[in-house]
């Protein structure tokens, strides 16, 4: 049993003073003032800092194959990134290979994160549509605990779905009770902007965001969300990185619609500035999709999280080396997506918001945690504090600092988004289901510790 003492308690809508008690079963057993030390108890202090539910990271992508080579961190060394961070669950995502089945994919991302050492869930991605696609969301809500499945608006030619098959994923998931998560870029109109950058001899990565511009992703923002309101079910947009798509998210919101918008923490620091210069290799380490933007979207991301039209903040997590990266020298087009941040998510969040006086704390605790447990039907086992809730905690001290290198970060990639950064709010202790995990600069993991949980179907209305 773990018991943390004498700090403040956070939620995304208390604050208040209390002990902890962790039990042997992984759940908190007891919140309260004072609480007397059970026997054979290990006593954590608190004293002077916040106690705050465990991080979720909606949004990750560990070990997956993607544009001709595989991500480097793998379920074990992303998820033990994640709890130095803070970050005590992951929900990452299934990608089927071309005609695979649904639930044979699930199966092998299963066997995959068999190694992870926090707890994990999974989206499902739908990449086509017949009968068999049909009865494997079925199989996977009914039977695994997924209730929520990815659709990609880009990509042509390996992940793009066309409305139709949208259509018909949408009102499946409808019937079934679950949630559908989209990439929101017109990939034709993308597809065509490549070959056009490349015949003009564009071809390093300055020409990645010129090929993805903002009216792309507000375009498919706008077209998904009326594609939902035909099939009457939520989505969940990812990566929002433009004032368009915040825009298109706030509208369907203000009629009423169930739409939620998740941001990267990198997308509120770093502009399109990253992909100018000399340095083939600096800008290359940046290329994901969608690509980090002008300034001016910024502001509207910020206004979109605080005014809580925008709901969520995940990493997009999904690390290629040097080596990788270079596969795409003299073809910006086979740079392969992806940039880490698992690690870093939290302290990010907390300096550029609750320090700069942006956030308060309980958003926060909302943007970091609880919300994306609200939206996949996680809450109260994740996201809370609350007696019978997963004992998924970070001591957090709010005025400590760290520096952010390569050279000691814990993600298994060869460089940092951040690097050199001092940032201020630093997760001290991580515990995660009732095991002191992330002590202050002492990781102590156990490959295969982490645990599957399943998401119920949601109950809703008509």
């Known amino acids: 049993m773990i018991l943390v003492r004498g700090g403040t308690v956070v939620t995304a809508e208390q604050r208040y003073r209390a002990d902890i008690l962790c039990g042997d079963d992984g759940q908190i057993a ?19 800092m916040l106690v705050m539910p465990g991080g979720i990271d909606p949004h990750t992508h560990m070990e997956m194959p993607f544009m001709g080579t595989t991500a480097s961190e793998d379920f074990f060394t992303g998820t033990a990134a994640g709890l130095a961070g803070g970050t005590t669950s992951i929900i990452d995502f299934v990608i089927p290979d071309r005609d695979q089945p649904l639930h044979d994919a699930y199966l092998d991302w299963r066997f995959r994160a068999g190694k992870a050492c926090a707890d994990y869930g999974f989206h499902v991605a739908v990449t086509r549509w017949d009968e068999r696609v049909s009865r494997d969301m079925a199989l996977l809500v009914e039977k695994c605990g997924v209730n929520s499945f990815k659709h990609f608006m880009a990509y042509k030619n390996a992940l793009m779905i066309d ?35 490349l015949a003009q001899g564009v071809s390093g990565p300055q020409a990645h965001p010129l090929s993805r511009p903002a009216a792309l992703e507000g375009e498919a923002t706008r077209r998904a969300i009326t594609l939902a309101g035909l099939a009457h079910v939520p989505l969940y947009v990812v990566h929002v990185s433009t004032r368009e798509a915040t825009e298109a998210i706030a509208a369907a919101r203000l009629a009423g619609m169930e739409i939620y918008g998740e941001v990267l923490p990198q997308h509120l620091v770093f502009d399109a500035g990253v992909y100018e210069g000399s340095d083939w290799l600096a800008a290359a380490r940046h290329v994901m999709s969608p690509p980090f933007r002008e300034k001016a979207h910024q502001e509207a991301l910020w206004g ?9 903040t995940a990493t997009d997590h999904c690390c290629f080396c040097r080596g990788q990266k270079e596969r795409g020298i003299g073809d910006f087009t086979r740079i392969p997506n992806g940039v880490p ?4 998510r939290m302290s990010v969040l907390w300096h550029f918001g609750v320090a700069s006086g942006r956030l308060s704390e309980a958003q926060f605790v909302a943007m970091t945690s609880t919300n994306a447990a609200r939206i996949f039907n996680l809450y109260p086992l994740k996201g809370a504090i609350a007696v019978g809730s997963d004992a998924d905690l970070v001591v957090w001290d709010p ?16 460089y940092n988004l951040y690097e050199g950064m001092e940032l201020t709010g630093v997760a001290m202790k991580t515990i995660s289901r009732g095991k002191l995990v992330w ?9 295969g510790a982490g645990r599957y949980v399943g998401r119920p179907a949601f109950r809703r209305k008509g």
């Open 30 to 48: 007891a919140i309260g003032p004072q609480l007397e030390i059970p026997g054979g108890c290990t006593v954590v202090d608190a004293g002077g």
């Open 341 to 344: 941040g698992i690690e870093d």
């Open 304 to 312: 979109g999280l605080v005014s809580g039209q925008l709901q969520t």
């Open 163 to 197: 409305d139709p098959v949208f259509l018909h994923s949408m009102q499946r998931a409808a019937e079934l009770g679950a949630l559908c998560t989209v990439h929101a870029e017109n990939g034709e109109a993308v597809a065509f902007l490549q070959e056009n950058l």
């Open 399 to 414: 005025c400590a600092t760290r520096r952010i290198s390569a050279a000691t970060h814990h993600q298994n990639v060869d």
């Open 439 to 447: 002590d202050d600069t002492k990781l102590d993991v156990l490959r």
